[in-house]
């Protein structure tokens, strides 16, 4: 989709991180944007910041199929035209334990959001891009789940793999129906070392009450990026934020010259997966695995030991 100038996308999570950057970035190529999340409060003060007539945004639960077909029906409604839709919308649960101990809320929460989010969005929104034979569908995995899995993180890499594969079957299925229709993959990150101060860290804060654990963390959520700065400082670390108009570019290239891994392809991440594919290949044990838990072990040992201090 060459041509972007007033063109119409859905953008879900659209009122945080990488949605107001991906908003911002199609407003600047002349694209009228519809930016969709759980608060409307928090989509106004984005819209009004943005300053554009052009930028509109809807409250909506991703997690409703219902409530996906009305954000399409209004955004025909507003703008007479659907091309583009982002499903961006995810959460971290912030699960404790290992992953047989992960509490049964934490799964649903995460699979309802990050999953079933994207599934009813494809589902809302791609039979009128089909009929129409025009238009694109981006779909927010990660790193984490598409190149090799951070076993520690447990869910939500199981979560993103999903993703994955889902976005993998619709681009198969859509050349193989000759439509015109395409779909990408956006793994977000960065050619700027640093991490991304996504509105993840702070999901905590919108885990809807059928989904509370019998944990004070759900009455006081955290800010999961606040706390990680916190313990790096405490080792003597400074934590830098990469900009998340990288990320942005990334899913706007996809969607321009209609590339499935919308990726920078990172040297790091390259190396896990040409060790993950090596270890299928040749049928070793994930030992690839063992770094990143490591890594994470030496995190949590770290933070275990502020508290002793």
Known sequence: MKDLENKVAVVTGGSGGIGIEIGRAMLAKGMKVVL???????????????????????????TDFDALCALRDRTLDQFGACHVIVNNAAV???????????????????LEVNVMGVINGMNAFIPHLVEQDEGHVVNTSS????YYPIASSGIYPVTKSAVTTLTECLWGQLREMGSKVS???????????GVL????????ANRPDRYLRDDPDD?????????????????????????L??????CLRAIEDDLFWATYALDHQMQKLDERYASMKHL????????????AADAKERENQKGRD
């Open 36 to 62: 969709a999340d759980l608060h409307q409060d928090a989509l106004d003060a984005v819209t009004r910041d943005l300053g554009s007539p052009d930028a509109v945004g809807f409250a909506v639960d991703v």
């Open 92 to 110: 971290g649960a912030g699960a404790k334990g290992s992953v047989w101990e992960h509490h049964l809320n934490d799964w649903k929460w995460s």
């Open 143 to 146: 790193g984490n789940g598409a």
């Open 183 to 193: 779909a990408s993959l956006l793994l977000p990150s960065s050619p700027t070392p």
């Open 197 to 204: 101060a996504t509105g993840i860290w702070k999901a905590g």
């Open 219 to 243: 009455l006081n959520p955290r800010d999961a990026l606040a706390d990680y700065k916190e313990r790096a400082a405490a080792a003597g670390q400074e934590v830098v934020e990469a900009p």
């Open 245 to 250: 108009s990288d990320v942005a570019d990334l």
């Open 284 to 295: 070793t044990p994930p030992d690839y695995l063992v770094e990143a838990n490591l890594m």
